[in-house]
């Protein structure tokens, strides 16, 4: 197992950080570019997620031409297996464009995809007409899939265990004939993620309604826009965590400047500017780039649903902790099918650390002044890149740590570690 030792920065040089590209944004616009015939003509990140879904929709070009169903014949299934590793996205995404798509398909993935639940999306692609089936656990990948017409009409979904089913649903429904409506049994969780399809959707050519408790999607073409990118508001959330953890007497005015980002986004993330106003940081933009002040005003108590926002949960989680916050976090209940039951880790790597975490509910965290002693300064990631990334920053307040694993950042921020000794950490 790789390891990497981080240690906390002797000075903290004045960095301006390039974030990558939001994979939410790639993931979403690289389906729509398939459909369209343009998937060469979407920007996207260099990380492993969309590098995958990228591939995978290669392979599939390669093996079928898309709308033609006629003359169908059937391959060897060992020359269509899909597998899309760890990247839940893609897994959900895929799920629906195959079933639309000539050919007969097995989509699979990691040991860990095979733990995470896709039967509310894949039962709701049945109801409508496609022809899928689980291979071994009912509710879980892998899923054989038979592409065909759909003709659409009206769906019940299950919208509480992810918002990517809605999503995936969302953006073939153009192709069936009846167009879709789609209704969501449960909460939906992370809606903002739903409005940021039906936004690239609508940019794209596509009418789409968004309501409280559903989706309308007419029938249509996509018009395919290329250029549709921006930097991740996601990964923006460590940066933040780094400007709280810093003792602000040390720092020159608005260390740290992050570039790509757009102040009129349509990720849900874009909430960590406000959530971190708690945490004493300032968010001023200033010729398109983002800096972040420490002003010192730090809460002594935050209270949050970040039902909307549950990928910046590590980041928050952390910086809590690391600055003695009172804080409770709520709305995580997606956490537990992430790569790695996010909640767990979260609490088992502050534990380690001295910091004193509680899981409520199965679904909330609680960050509880207060410090025991450190038993470990080795960080697990659990194969979960934002672990990895949160859990680094805890050197400025813990020393050095040893990071297992580190490569894991290639999910989403594969230049992470570059970025942080731009800024003065010291690693190796």
Known sequence: MSQLNIQPPVEIIKATVTLPLSKSIANRMLIIGYITGNEDLVKFPDCADSITMRALLQKLRSKSYFGQYQNNSHVDIQDNIYNTGDAGTVFRFLS??????PGTALLTGSDRMLERPCGPLIDSLIELGAHC?????????????????????????????????????????????????????????????????????????????????????????????????????????????????????????????????????????????????????????????????????????IDIDLNGQPDLAPALAVACAGLQVSATIRGLETLVIKESNRLESIKSELKKLGYICQIEANNALRIIVGRTEQTSNVIETYNDHRIAMAMAMLCLTNGPLLINNPEVVRKSYPEFWTDLTSTGFIID
């Not at 629906?96 to 798509?101: D, V």
């Not at 989706?215 to 965590?241: L, Q």
Request: net charge neutral; proline share 3%; hydrophobic share 40%.
């Open 96 to 101: 629906a464009l195959l079933s639309i798509t």
């Open 133 to 301: 089936s689980y291979t071994d656990k009912h509710g879980y990948p892998p899923v054989l899939i038979e592409g065909k017409r759909l003709k659409g009409g009206t769906v019940a979904i299950d919208a509480s265990v992810s918002s990517q089913f809605v999503s995936a649903l969302m953006m073939i429904a153009p192709l069936m004939s009846d167009g879709l409506l789609i209704n969501f049994k449960g909460f939906a969780v992370s809606q903002p993620y739903i409005h940021l399809t039906a936004d690239l959707m609508r940019k794209n050519g596509i009418k789409v309604t968004v309501g409280v408790s559903s989706v309308i999607v007419n029938p249509g073409d996509y018009t395919f826009k290329e250029g549709i990118h921006e930097a991740d508001w996601s990964a923006a959330s460590y940066w933040y965590t780094m400007a709280a953890l810093l003792k602000r007497e040390s720092t020159k005015e608005s260390p740290i400047i992050l570039n790509g980002l757009k102040f009129e986004s349509m990720q849900g993330d874009r909430l960590v500017a406000k959530i971190y106003e708690q945490l004493g940081i300032e968010s001023k933009w200033c010729n398109g780039d983002l800096h972040l002040n420490n002003t010192g005003n730090v809460a002594k108590h």
